[in-house]
């Protein structure tokens, strides 16, 4: 006869069923029989299947956050950065979708209309014709003009765009549908570097429902009258500039190997005094404008000397100039990290500044608790930033925690003038980097 042997335990959180932990509740104590579990009355043993609670339908967290553009966005590659790059200007070019089949050749003369909605204007317009109109959704804004003379297409434009409503023709039932929305297609640049720009300016205007087609260069979209204007009004300015700017970044947690905080003046002796062009105090924190010779390299070798150095993030942004764009720690983050609700967000522009050519940038730190600091830096092409003093303490949540208070955040931020010019002024049609002397002539240009 097998020998009970029962075990009475404090027990906070138990429900072991197949090997799972389960809920709290009053449960029965678990007896072990001959070494074999039982959990009320389930037997418990190596060959068990675990029995999981059932999950809400939600996309799982890596799924969401899956995304195509993410390699591109996450890597820098540091031995082959170009401080100037010259591309040709390509035609973004912005097609609406269902747009349906052609209005019957028609001539429309002498139409008034005053006060009346979408519908009923295209009603009045079309009495006499065996063509209806359908609202597939109500389309309330009302509308009052005259079309003197005209094709029936371009009357029917007028009138929906008036209204801010979309028409597409029918031809096979003999209906015009009215809608709120519509859908496009965007064909986009060749050059990623301006894709990029593109699509963070229009997530910057809160455009969110974006298709990406990176095989053949396009973007679908889908929004009301007012995304559209959005829309045409950030492709006409991209289009319209001549330059653009990136910024390539890494960025570090540095725990210093002592109790004592890193010694920064040290960097002044470590680099020379030459190199360190400007230090421009924030809330939080502090930018150093350096010159060239401070590079992601030499400046882990600095740090290493006093603690221990590690990439946390990295990754590259771009705007067009004088527009505004941000970078998310935590989507190319390394790992889950106490930063990774940090986002880097800048506004800049290239061209004069008091007689000279500079990049004026406004760099500012923010997390969901708002603004951690910002800093103004104008700098030259082929300058450098370097953020620190910004506290690892200000990302903890925790009234304590294991980081030291002396762990910091350290942002290197390199960046990038981007030239576009006429496709005949580049040889072959191709990007072209610039160095050296001919790097010297485009900045004096």
């Given at each position: ?5 029962k075990?009475?335990r404090q ?22 029989i ?12 190596e ?17 969401r ?12 590659d ?26 019957p050749?028609l ?11 979408v519908?009923?204007?295209?009603d ?39 209204g ?10 003999g ?10 297609l ?35 979209f889908?929004?009301?009258?007012q ?31 002592t ?8 960097m ?14 924030g809330?939080v924190?502090r ?10 390299k ?34 190319c ?5 106490l ?9 800049a ?15 500012v730190?923010r ?27 200000s ?9 030291s ?8 931020m ?32």
């Amino acid at each position: 006869m097998m020998k009970l042997k029962k075990i009475f335990r404090q027990i906070l959180c138990l429900g072991i069923v197949a090997g799972a932990v389960g809920a709290c509740a009053d449960k029965k104590p678990v007896q072990i029989i001959d070494n074999i579990t039982v959990v009320d009355d389930l037997v418990i043993n190596e060959n068990s299947v675990p029995i999981f609670p059932k999950k809400a339908a939600l996309t799982t967290d890596t799924a969401r956050r899956f995304a195509i553009d993410l390699p591109k966005r996450c890597t820098v590659d540091w031995n082959n950065q170009n401080v100037v790059t010259v591309v040709p200007e390509e035609k973004i070019e912005v097609v609406r979708l269902e747009v349906g089949d052609e209005l019957p050749d028609l001539q429309v003369s002498d139409y008034n209309f005053k006060q009346q909605t979408v519908k009923q204007a295209l009603d009045k317009l079309l009495d006499g014709t065996d063509i209806s109109v359908v609202e597939d959704g109500e389309i309330i804004d009302k509308v009052s003009g005259t079309i003197t003379q005209g094709q029936l297409t371009d009357a029917v434009e007028l009138i929906a765009k008036m209204g801010r409503a979309y028409y597409s023709y029918d031809a096979v039932h003999g209906e015009i549908h009215l809608k709120h929305r519509a859908k496009w297609l965007i064909k986009m640049p060749k050059n990623e570097t301006i894709i990029m720009a593109l699509l963070d300016a229009m997530r910057g205007a809160n455009i969110r429902n974006l298709l990406v087609n990176w095989e053949d260069k396009t973007l679908i979209f889908e929004g009301n009258y007012q995304m559209e204007r959005e829309v045409a009004k950030i492709i006409s300015d991209i289009s319209s500039k001549k330059y653009m700017l990136a910024w390539d970044m890494d960025i570090y947690r540095v725990y210093p190997r002592t109790d004592n905080p890193i010694i920064w003046m040290d960097m002044l002796p470590a680099f020379g005094e030459n190199n360190i062009k400007m230090s421009i105090p924030g809330v939080v924190g502090r930018a150093l404008v350096v010159g060239p010779e401070v590079n992601t390299k030499t400046l882990q070798e600095f740090l290493s000397r006093q603690a221990n150095v590690v990439l946390i993030s990295q990754g590259q942004f771009s705007i067009p100039n004088g527009w505004q764009s941000r970078f998310d720690i935590g989507q190319c983050g390394k790992e889950e990290r106490l930063e990774t609700d940090l986002v880097i967000g800048a506004q800049a522009k290239y061209g004069d500044f008091a007689g000279q050519k500079k990049i004026d940038a406004k760099i500012v730190l923010r997390t969901s608790q708002g603004e951690l600091s910002s800093f103004n830096i104008p700098s030259s092409v082929g300058d450098n930033y370097v953020i620190i003093g910004i506290p690892t303490h200000s990302f903890v949540t925790t009234p304590e925690t294991l980081v030291s208070p002396f762990a910091e955040l350290v942002v290197f931020m390199s960046p990038r003038v981007i030239s576009i010019v006429e496709p005949n002024k580049i040889p072959d049609n191709s990007m072209t980097e610039l160095a050296g002397d001919a790097l010297r002539d485009f900045l004096n240009d």
